[in-house]
Protein backbone atom coordinates (compact mmCIF):
# COMPACT_ATOMS: atom_id res chain seq x y z
CA UNK A 1 0.00 0.00 0.00
CA UNK A 2 1.61 3.35 -0.65
CA UNK A 3 0.30 6.39 1.33
CA UNK A 4 -0.01 10.09 0.43
CA UNK A 5 -0.47 12.98 1.93
CA UNK A 6 -2.32 16.16 0.40
CA UNK A 7 -3.58 19.21 1.04
CA UNK A 8 -7.80 19.51 1.03
CA UNK A 9 -9.90 22.78 0.30
CA UNK A 10 -13.54 21.71 -0.45
CA UNK A 11 -14.77 25.02 -0.89
CA UNK A 12 -12.06 25.50 -3.79
CA UNK A 13 -12.23 22.63 -5.98
CA UNK A 14 -8.87 21.72 -5.30
CA UNK A 15 -10.81 18.57 -3.89
CA UNK A 16 -14.12 17.33 -3.07
CA UNK A 17 -15.45 14.36 -0.96
CA UNK A 18 -17.86 11.50 -2.23
CA UNK A 19 -20.41 11.00 0.10
CA UNK A 20 -23.61 9.15 -0.27
CA UNK A 21 -27.05 10.46 -0.59
CA UNK A 22 -28.16 9.57 2.70
CA UNK A 23 -25.68 10.21 4.74
CA UNK A 24 -25.40 13.54 3.15
CA UNK A 25 -28.42 14.67 4.05
CA UNK A 26 -28.75 13.45 7.11
CA UNK A 27 -25.71 15.40 8.03
CA UNK A 28 -26.80 18.30 6.13
CA UNK A 29 -30.45 18.16 8.70
CA UNK A 30 -28.22 17.86 11.69
CA UNK A 31 -26.05 20.83 10.46
CA UNK A 32 -29.36 22.97 9.87
CA UNK A 33 -30.70 22.00 13.14
CA UNK A 34 -27.25 22.79 14.96
CA UNK A 35 -27.37 26.33 13.16
CA UNK A 36 -31.33 27.22 14.07
CA UNK A 37 -29.69 25.95 17.58
CA UNK A 38 -26.69 28.04 17.35
CA UNK A 39 -28.16 31.16 15.62
CA UNK A 40 -30.93 31.82 18.08
CA UNK A 41 -29.41 31.59 21.30
CA UNK A 42 -26.26 34.04 20.69
CA UNK A 43 -25.19 36.14 23.52
CA UNK A 44 -22.38 38.20 22.41
CA UNK A 45 -19.11 38.12 24.18
CA UNK A 46 -15.45 38.49 23.33
CA UNK A 47 -13.90 36.19 21.09
CA UNK A 48 -10.30 34.82 19.78
CA UNK A 49 -8.12 32.75 17.30
CA UNK A 50 -7.86 29.35 18.22
CA UNK A 51 -5.43 26.62 18.07
CA UNK A 52 -7.81 23.73 16.75
CA UNK A 53 -7.97 25.73 13.05
CA UNK A 54 -4.13 24.94 13.54
CA UNK A 55 -4.41 20.97 14.31
CA UNK A 56 -7.17 21.04 11.42
CA UNK A 57 -4.94 22.66 8.74
CA UNK A 58 -1.47 21.44 9.86
CA UNK A 59 -0.21 25.00 9.48
CA UNK A 60 1.56 27.02 12.09
CA UNK A 61 -0.65 29.96 13.48
CA UNK A 62 1.02 32.93 11.88
CA UNK A 63 -0.20 31.30 8.46
CA UNK A 64 -3.06 32.75 9.09
CA UNK A 65 -2.82 35.82 11.25
CA UNK A 66 -0.15 38.06 11.31
CA UNK A 67 -0.70 38.88 15.65
CA UNK A 68 -4.14 38.02 16.64
CA UNK A 69 -6.95 39.29 15.55
CA UNK A 70 -5.56 40.61 12.39
CA UNK A 71 -5.50 38.54 9.13
CA UNK A 72 -2.71 37.20 6.18
CA UNK A 73 -4.25 36.77 3.18
CA UNK A 74 -4.71 32.92 3.23
CA UNK A 75 -6.29 33.22 6.38
CA UNK A 76 -8.53 35.77 4.92
CA UNK A 77 -8.91 33.25 2.54
CA UNK A 78 -9.64 30.43 5.14
CA UNK A 79 -12.08 32.56 6.75
CA UNK A 80 -14.02 33.01 3.27
CA UNK A 81 -14.18 29.58 2.54
CA UNK A 82 -16.23 29.00 5.96
CA UNK A 83 -12.87 26.84 7.79
CA UNK A 84 -13.07 24.10 6.25
CA UNK A 85 -9.65 23.86 4.58
CA UNK A 86 -7.22 20.89 6.05
CA UNK A 87 -5.47 18.24 5.71
CA UNK A 88 -6.48 14.97 4.58
CA UNK A 89 -4.69 11.48 4.24
CA UNK A 90 -4.94 10.23 0.87
CA UNK A 91 -4.68 6.62 0.50
CA UNK A 92 -3.48 4.18 -3.07
CA UNK A 93 -4.50 1.06 -2.74
CA UNK A 94 -2.71 -0.87 -5.43
CA UNK A 95 -5.10 -2.50 -8.12
CA UNK A 96 -8.44 -0.45 -6.82
CA UNK A 97 -9.66 2.55 -6.91
CA UNK A 98 -8.02 5.75 -5.27
CA UNK A 99 -10.16 7.05 -2.43
CA UNK A 100 -9.10 10.61 -1.29
CA UNK A 101 -10.58 12.28 1.75
CA UNK A 102 -13.69 10.97 2.95
CA UNK A 103 -13.94 13.92 4.99
CA UNK A 104 -14.56 12.59 7.93
CA UNK A 105 -12.75 15.55 10.39
CA UNK A 106 -10.73 13.12 13.06
CA UNK A 107 -8.98 16.23 14.35
CA UNK A 108 -10.46 17.51 17.96
CA UNK A 109 -12.22 20.68 17.54
CA UNK A 110 -12.37 21.99 20.77
CA UNK A 111 -9.54 24.61 22.14
CA UNK A 112 -9.58 26.91 25.71
CA UNK A 113 -8.27 30.29 26.47
CA UNK A 114 -7.37 31.38 29.50
CA UNK A 115 -6.30 35.19 30.53
CA UNK A 116 -4.62 36.02 33.66
CA UNK A 117 -3.99 40.03 34.51
CA UNK A 118 -3.29 42.17 37.05
CA UNK A 119 -4.52 46.09 36.12
CA UNK A 120 -3.60 49.32 38.48
CA UNK A 121 -5.85 52.38 38.13
CA UNK A 122 -3.94 55.94 38.30
CA UNK A 123 -6.24 57.33 40.76
CA UNK A 124 -6.50 60.80 42.34
CA UNK A 125 -4.61 62.83 45.02
CA UNK A 126 -7.48 63.93 45.86
CA UNK A 127 -9.14 60.58 46.97
CA UNK A 128 -11.99 60.72 44.68
CA UNK A 129 -10.99 58.36 42.45
CA UNK A 130 -9.11 55.41 44.05
CA UNK A 131 -6.39 53.73 43.24
CA UNK A 132 -6.33 50.36 42.36
CA UNK A 133 -9.46 48.54 40.68
CA UNK A 134 -10.83 50.34 37.83
CA UNK A 135 -14.00 52.31 38.61
CA UNK A 136 -15.02 53.76 35.08
CA UNK A 137 -15.33 51.27 32.82
CA UNK A 138 -12.02 51.74 30.80
CA UNK A 139 -12.89 47.96 29.17
CA UNK A 140 -13.62 49.36 26.17
CA UNK A 141 -10.27 50.64 25.58
CA UNK A 142 -8.29 47.27 26.04
CA UNK A 143 -7.20 44.44 24.78
CA UNK A 144 -7.72 41.17 24.63
CA UNK A 145 -10.16 41.45 27.69
CA UNK A 146 -11.77 44.10 29.40
CA UNK A 147 -9.82 45.97 32.89
CA UNK A 148 -11.02 44.19 35.94
CA UNK A 149 -13.09 46.56 38.22
CA UNK A 150 -12.75 44.35 41.46
CA UNK A 151 -9.88 42.82 42.18
CA UNK A 152 -6.05 44.02 41.16
CA UNK A 153 -4.86 40.69 40.05
CA UNK A 154 -7.08 37.78 38.50
CA UNK A 155 -5.42 34.12 37.92
CA UNK A 156 -8.50 33.79 35.73
CA UNK A 157 -9.83 36.70 34.59
CA UNK A 158 -11.27 35.60 31.37
CA UNK A 159 -11.63 32.47 30.23
CA UNK A 160 -13.19 30.61 26.52
CA UNK A 161 -13.74 27.10 25.34
CA UNK A 162 -14.15 27.18 21.60
CA UNK A 163 -15.49 24.38 19.01
CA UNK A 164 -14.12 25.56 15.56
CA UNK A 165 -13.54 24.00 12.57
CA UNK A 166 -15.07 21.82 9.72
CA UNK A 167 -18.45 20.36 10.00
CA UNK A 168 -19.31 18.94 6.51
CA UNK A 169 -18.21 19.84 3.17
CA UNK A 170 -18.48 23.15 3.08
CA UNK A 171 -19.85 23.86 6.21
CA UNK A 172 -17.73 25.11 8.94
CA UNK A 173 -17.85 27.09 12.39
CA UNK A 174 -16.62 29.23 15.27
CA UNK A 175 -18.29 28.97 18.55
CA UNK A 176 -17.64 30.35 22.10
CA UNK A 177 -18.58 29.50 25.20
CA UNK A 178 -16.93 32.31 27.88
CA UNK A 179 -17.89 33.67 31.58
CA UNK A 180 -16.14 31.25 33.85
CA UNK A 181 -13.22 33.44 35.72
CA UNK A 182 -12.18 33.46 39.09
CA UNK A 183 -14.94 35.89 40.24
CA UNK A 184 -17.70 33.45 40.11
CA UNK A 185 -18.40 33.94 36.61
CA UNK A 186 -20.81 30.95 34.92
CA UNK A 187 -20.43 29.55 31.37
CA UNK A 188 -22.56 30.96 28.74
CA UNK A 189 -22.68 30.91 24.93
CA UNK A 190 -20.13 33.92 23.29
CA UNK A 191 -19.38 34.38 19.88
CA UNK A 192 -21.44 32.26 17.28
CA UNK A 193 -20.15 31.98 13.24
CA UNK A 194 -21.72 29.28 11.13
CA UNK A 195 -20.52 29.52 7.62
CA UNK A 196 -22.04 27.53 4.40
CA UNK A 197 -19.57 28.69 1.52
CA UNK A 198 -20.02 27.34 -1.75
CA UNK A 199 -17.75 25.56 -4.27
CA UNK A 200 -15.60 28.28 -5.91
CA UNK A 201 -16.35 29.33 -9.04
CA UNK A 202 -15.11 31.76 -12.06
CA UNK A 203 -16.88 34.88 -12.81
CA UNK A 204 -15.04 37.45 -15.97
CA UNK A 205 -12.11 35.33 -15.22
CA UNK A 206 -11.54 35.99 -11.45
CA UNK A 207 -12.25 33.45 -8.79
CA UNK A 208 -15.21 33.96 -7.34
CA UNK A 209 -16.28 32.85 -3.56
CA UNK A 210 -19.71 33.55 -1.71
CA UNK A 211 -21.63 32.10 1.17
CA UNK A 212 -23.88 32.67 3.71
CA UNK A 213 -23.38 32.66 7.37
CA UNK A 214 -25.18 32.71 11.23
CA UNK A 215 -23.71 35.34 13.36
CA UNK A 216 -24.75 36.78 16.44
CA UNK A 217 -22.61 40.12 16.08
CA UNK A 218 -22.93 42.43 12.95
CA UNK A 219 -20.32 41.90 10.17
CA UNK A 220 -18.80 38.62 11.80
CA UNK A 221 -17.34 37.48 8.33
CA UNK A 222 -15.54 40.34 7.45
CA UNK A 223 -12.22 39.42 6.21
CA UNK A 224 -10.64 42.56 7.01
CA UNK A 225 -11.22 41.85 11.04
CA UNK A 226 -12.23 45.47 11.18
CA UNK A 227 -15.29 45.91 12.38
CA UNK A 228 -17.58 44.54 14.94
CA UNK A 229 -16.44 42.78 17.64
CA UNK A 230 -12.85 42.19 15.96
CA UNK A 231 -11.82 45.48 15.33
CA UNK A 232 -11.54 48.94 16.55
CA UNK A 233 -15.14 49.45 16.01
CA UNK A 234 -15.93 47.38 19.01
CA UNK A 235 -14.02 49.89 21.26
CA UNK A 236 -15.23 53.10 20.40
CA UNK A 237 -18.60 53.27 22.57
CA UNK A 238 -22.36 53.92 21.14
CA UNK A 239 -24.36 56.60 21.42
CA UNK A 240 -27.70 55.38 20.75
CA UNK A 241 -31.53 55.13 23.15
CA UNK A 242 -30.45 51.09 22.79
CA UNK A 243 -27.55 49.20 22.23
CA UNK A 244 -26.35 49.19 18.47
CA UNK A 245 -23.33 48.49 16.21
CA UNK A 246 -20.56 50.05 17.98
CA UNK A 247 -21.95 49.45 21.65
CA UNK A 248 -18.63 48.48 23.00
CA UNK A 249 -20.94 45.18 24.54
CA UNK A 250 -21.48 45.10 20.70
CA UNK A 251 -25.34 45.01 18.92
CA UNK A 252 -26.89 41.86 20.83
CA UNK A 253 -28.24 40.41 17.47
CA UNK A 254 -28.72 37.59 15.52
CA UNK A 255 -29.06 37.63 12.42
CA UNK A 256 -27.28 36.23 8.30
CA UNK A 257 -25.22 37.67 6.47
CA UNK A 258 -24.49 36.83 2.79
CA UNK A 259 -20.86 37.83 1.59
CA UNK A 260 -18.80 37.51 -1.82
CA UNK A 261 -15.38 37.83 -2.74
CA UNK A 262 -14.31 38.59 -6.43
CA UNK A 263 -10.69 38.44 -7.24
CA UNK A 264 -8.63 37.51 -3.82
CA UNK A 265 -6.41 39.26 -1.36
CA UNK A 266 -3.29 39.29 -2.92
CA UNK A 267 -3.93 40.34 -6.41
CA UNK A 268 -6.76 42.35 -6.53
CA UNK A 269 -10.20 41.58 -4.93
CA UNK A 270 -13.59 43.01 -3.97
CA UNK A 271 -15.40 41.57 -1.18
CA UNK A 272 -18.90 42.59 -0.13
CA UNK A 273 -21.79 41.83 2.40
CA UNK A 274 -25.65 42.14 2.93
CA UNK A 275 -26.89 41.34 6.73
CA UNK A 276 -30.34 41.28 8.32
CA UNK A 277 -30.64 41.46 11.96
CA UNK A 278 -32.94 40.90 15.09
CA UNK A 279 -32.51 42.29 18.54
CA UNK A 280 -32.37 39.69 20.82
CA UNK A 281 -34.38 38.82 23.94
CA UNK A 282 -31.85 40.44 26.15
CA UNK A 283 -31.56 43.68 23.83
CA UNK A 284 -35.03 44.14 25.01
CA UNK A 285 -34.65 43.73 28.73
CA UNK A 286 -35.18 47.61 30.61
CA UNK A 287 -31.52 47.34 31.32
CA UNK A 288 -30.46 48.69 27.54
CA UNK A 289 -33.01 51.27 27.87
CA UNK A 290 -31.64 54.77 29.14
CA UNK A 291 -32.30 56.81 31.99
CA UNK A 292 -35.88 58.36 31.27
CA UNK A 293 -37.37 55.07 30.14
CA UNK A 294 -35.60 52.68 31.97
CA UNK A 295 -37.94 50.15 34.51
CA UNK A 296 -39.72 48.14 31.82
CA UNK A 297 -39.50 49.98 28.72
CA UNK A 298 -38.72 47.49 25.87
CA UNK A 299 -37.82 47.20 22.19
CA UNK A 300 -40.20 45.99 20.19
CA UNK A 301 -38.81 43.07 18.28
CA UNK A 302 -40.92 42.62 15.02
CA UNK A 303 -38.10 45.51 13.21
CA UNK A 304 -35.16 44.42 11.61
CA UNK A 305 -31.91 45.93 11.06
CA UNK A 306 -29.85 46.16 7.99
CA UNK A 307 -26.08 46.42 7.31
CA UNK A 308 -24.06 46.58 3.94
CA UNK A 309 -20.17 46.60 3.80
CA UNK A 310 -17.70 46.98 0.46
CA UNK A 311 -14.20 46.52 0.88
CA UNK A 312 -11.46 46.87 -1.86
CA UNK A 313 -8.12 44.54 -1.51
CA UNK A 314 -5.42 46.15 -3.52
CA UNK A 315 -2.92 44.01 -5.51
CA UNK A 316 -0.04 43.14 -3.07
CA UNK A 317 3.63 45.67 -3.70
CA UNK A 318 6.51 43.83 -2.69
CA UNK A 319 5.23 42.38 0.83
CA UNK A 320 2.49 45.66 1.14
CA UNK A 321 -1.06 45.04 1.48
CA UNK A 322 -4.05 47.67 1.77
CA UNK A 323 -7.65 47.58 1.79
CA UNK A 324 -10.09 50.83 1.63
CA UNK A 325 -13.54 49.88 2.84
CA UNK A 326 -16.99 51.48 3.46
CA UNK A 327 -19.79 50.02 5.88
CA UNK A 328 -23.32 51.29 6.64
CA UNK A 329 -25.75 49.95 9.15
CA UNK A 330 -29.05 51.19 9.60
CA UNK A 331 -32.06 50.30 12.24
CA UNK A 332 -35.54 51.12 13.42
CA UNK A 333 -36.70 50.40 16.26
CA UNK A 334 -40.08 50.56 18.41
CA UNK A 335 -39.78 51.82 21.57
CA UNK A 336 -42.07 51.32 24.51
CA UNK A 337 -42.00 53.35 27.75
CA UNK A 338 -43.24 52.21 30.82
CA UNK A 339 -46.30 53.46 32.05
CA UNK A 340 -44.61 55.87 34.92
CA UNK A 341 -42.48 57.24 32.73
CA UNK A 342 -42.79 60.98 32.43
CA UNK A 343 -42.44 61.21 28.42
CA UNK A 344 -45.38 62.50 26.51
CA UNK A 345 -45.82 59.63 24.02
CA UNK A 346 -44.49 56.36 25.16
CA UNK A 347 -44.76 54.52 21.87
CA UNK A 348 -42.05 56.10 19.42
CA UNK A 349 -39.90 54.92 16.51
CA UNK A 350 -35.98 55.52 17.04
CA UNK A 351 -34.43 55.42 13.94
CA UNK A 352 -30.55 55.54 13.66
CA UNK A 353 -27.85 54.83 11.49
CA UNK A 354 -23.83 54.22 11.32
CA UNK A 355 -21.93 55.01 8.68
CA UNK A 356 -17.99 54.80 8.39
CA UNK A 357 -14.86 54.29 6.31
CA UNK A 358 -11.70 51.87 6.89
CA UNK A 359 -8.56 51.76 6.16
CA UNK A 360 -5.59 49.00 6.24
CA UNK A 361 -2.17 48.23 5.36
CA UNK A 362 0.41 45.39 6.34
CA UNK A 363 4.12 44.96 5.94
CA UNK A 364 4.38 41.16 6.19
CA UNK A 365 7.99 39.98 5.90
CA UNK A 366 10.42 37.19 6.85
CA UNK A 367 11.26 38.93 9.47
CA UNK A 368 9.66 42.20 10.17
CA UNK A 369 5.65 42.66 10.76
CA UNK A 370 4.64 46.31 10.56
CA UNK A 371 0.49 47.26 10.56
CA UNK A 372 -1.56 50.16 10.50
CA UNK A 373 -5.10 50.46 10.61
CA UNK A 374 -8.14 53.41 10.65
CA UNK A 375 -11.87 53.59 11.09
CA UNK A 376 -13.98 57.06 11.08
CA UNK A 377 -17.54 56.75 11.74
CA UNK A 378 -20.49 59.02 12.12
CA UNK A 379 -23.36 57.93 14.09
CA UNK A 380 -27.09 59.79 14.25
CA UNK A 381 -29.66 58.72 16.20
CA UNK A 382 -32.91 60.44 16.04
CA UNK A 383 -34.98 59.98 19.31
CA UNK A 384 -32.61 60.04 22.01
CA UNK A 385 -34.08 59.43 25.41
CA UNK A 386 -32.20 59.85 28.25
CA UNK A 387 -29.88 62.22 30.36
CA UNK A 388 -26.34 63.60 29.76
CA UNK A 389 -25.33 63.40 33.11
CA UNK A 390 -21.61 65.23 32.60
CA UNK A 391 -24.07 68.64 31.11
CA UNK A 392 -26.77 68.24 33.58
CA UNK A 393 -29.32 67.93 30.11
CA UNK A 394 -32.12 65.78 30.52
CA UNK A 395 -33.90 64.43 27.23
CA UNK A 396 -35.80 61.82 28.91
CA UNK A 397 -39.06 63.71 28.75
CA UNK A 398 -38.84 65.07 25.03
CA UNK A 399 -35.72 63.41 23.20
CA UNK A 400 -33.57 64.89 20.68
CA UNK A 401 -31.52 64.10 17.43
CA UNK A 402 -27.89 62.87 18.50
CA UNK A 403 -25.21 63.10 16.63
CA UNK A 404 -21.26 60.99 17.45
CA UNK A 405 -18.26 60.97 15.41
CA UNK A 406 -15.45 58.19 16.64
CA UNK A 407 -11.80 57.80 15.02
CA UNK A 408 -9.68 54.91 15.83
CA UNK A 409 -5.85 54.38 14.80
CA UNK A 410 -3.82 51.22 15.37
CA UNK A 411 -0.57 50.48 14.49
CA UNK A 412 1.93 47.78 15.61
CA UNK A 413 5.55 46.31 14.61
CA UNK A 414 6.82 42.65 15.57
CA UNK A 415 10.40 41.26 15.01
CA UNK A 416 9.90 37.58 13.80
CA UNK A 417 6.42 37.86 15.19
CA UNK A 418 7.59 37.57 18.37
CA UNK A 419 8.89 40.79 20.01
CA UNK A 420 6.02 43.53 19.52
CA UNK A 421 4.74 47.24 20.11
CA UNK A 422 1.85 48.79 19.67
CA UNK A 423 0.03 51.93 19.95
CA UNK A 424 -3.66 52.46 20.03
CA UNK A 425 -5.80 56.30 19.51
CA UNK A 426 -9.18 56.24 20.06
CA UNK A 427 -10.98 59.68 20.11
CA UNK A 428 -15.02 60.04 19.68
CA UNK A 429 -17.49 62.76 21.10
CA UNK A 430 -21.17 64.06 21.10
CA UNK A 431 -22.47 68.00 20.50
CA UNK A 432 -25.40 66.98 22.83
CA UNK A 433 -24.32 63.70 25.16
CA UNK A 434 -20.87 64.78 26.34
CA UNK A 435 -20.97 61.23 28.30
CA UNK A 436 -19.36 60.13 25.36
CA UNK A 437 -16.75 62.45 24.98
CA UNK A 438 -13.32 60.18 24.93
CA UNK A 439 -9.78 60.29 23.38
CA UNK A 440 -7.27 58.04 25.24
CA UNK A 441 -4.11 56.35 23.96
CA UNK A 442 -2.95 52.91 24.74
CA UNK A 443 1.01 52.26 24.51
CA UNK A 444 1.24 48.54 24.52
CA UNK A 445 5.08 45.39 24.56
CA UNK A 446 4.03 42.06 23.87
CA UNK A 447 6.03 38.89 23.89
CA UNK A 448 5.29 35.79 22.29
CA UNK A 449 7.48 33.60 23.96
CA UNK A 450 5.85 30.23 21.97
CA UNK A 451 2.67 30.10 19.41
CA UNK A 452 -0.56 31.09 21.71
CA UNK A 453 1.40 32.08 24.95
CA UNK A 454 1.12 35.97 24.70
CA UNK A 455 2.67 38.24 27.55
CA UNK A 456 1.68 41.97 27.21
CA UNK A 457 2.37 45.15 29.65
CA UNK A 458 -0.22 47.71 28.16
CA UNK A 459 -0.52 51.54 29.46
CA UNK A 460 -4.01 53.55 28.85
CA UNK A 461 -3.43 57.35 28.81
CA UNK A 462 -6.88 59.13 29.15
CA UNK A 463 -6.71 63.22 27.16
CA UNK A 464 -10.62 63.40 28.40
CA UNK A 465 -12.41 60.68 29.98
CA UNK A 466 -16.22 62.20 30.27
CA UNK A 467 -18.02 58.84 31.09
CA UNK A 468 -15.32 58.61 34.35
CA UNK A 469 -16.26 62.49 35.38
CA UNK A 470 -19.56 61.58 34.84
CA UNK A 471 -20.10 58.92 36.83
CA UNK A 472 -17.98 60.73 40.16
CA UNK A 473 -20.45 63.68 39.51
CA UNK A 474 -17.37 65.95 38.72
CA UNK A 475 -16.49 67.67 35.87
CA UNK A 476 -13.24 69.03 37.51
CA UNK A 477 -11.02 65.46 37.71
CA UNK A 478 -8.44 64.94 35.67
CA UNK A 479 -8.99 62.51 33.40
CA UNK A 480 -5.16 60.97 34.02
CA UNK A 481 -7.04 59.96 37.23
CA UNK A 482 -8.50 56.96 35.04
CA UNK A 483 -5.51 55.94 33.38
CA UNK A 484 -4.55 52.30 33.66
CA UNK A 485 -1.32 50.18 33.52
CA UNK A 486 -2.02 46.47 33.01
CA UNK A 487 -0.20 43.40 32.73
CA UNK A 488 -1.95 40.42 31.04
CA UNK A 489 -0.96 36.74 30.30
CA UNK A 490 -2.69 34.85 27.86
CA UNK A 491 -2.77 31.14 26.90
CA UNK A 492 -4.67 28.74 24.31
CA UNK A 493 -4.29 25.54 23.92
Known amino acids: MERKVCLQRSTSGISSSRLGGAAWRLRA ?15 PESAQAIPSYARQTGFACDICHTVYPH ?18 ECVEVKGSTKMCGVDINRIPMVSARIVSMWSNQAGGDNG ?38 KIAPYMGTFLEFTGINDEGGNLGLGAVDFAIAAPDTMVGGKSFIYGIRGVDDVFTGDPTNSLGMWGLTSQLMGMSTHNTLYDPNRA ?3 GSEIYGMWGDFSDGGIFGTVGLYHPTGSQTAGSFVQAGIA ?28 EIGASGYFGKEGMMAPTTSTIANPNYTDNY ?13 DENLAELFAIYQNQNDSSFYGQDMYSGTDYGTSGTSVQRSGFGLMADYYYERTYGVYVKYLDQSS ?8 NGTIIGLSWYPWENVQLMIEQALFGTYNPGLAQYGSTSLAASDFNVTSIKFEFLF
Open 128 to 165: AVPRGVTTAGQGFMSFPSGYNDTETLNLIGDSSIYFGG
Open 353 to 365: YNVGIDLQVQYIG
Open 71 to 88: LTPFGREFKMHGYVMDTA
Open 29 to 43: VVCLVSLLSIVFMGL
Open 295 to 322: GSGKLNTSKVDEAVRLAYFFPKYGNLYA
Open 252 to 254: MVE
Open 431 to 438: SKVRDMDV
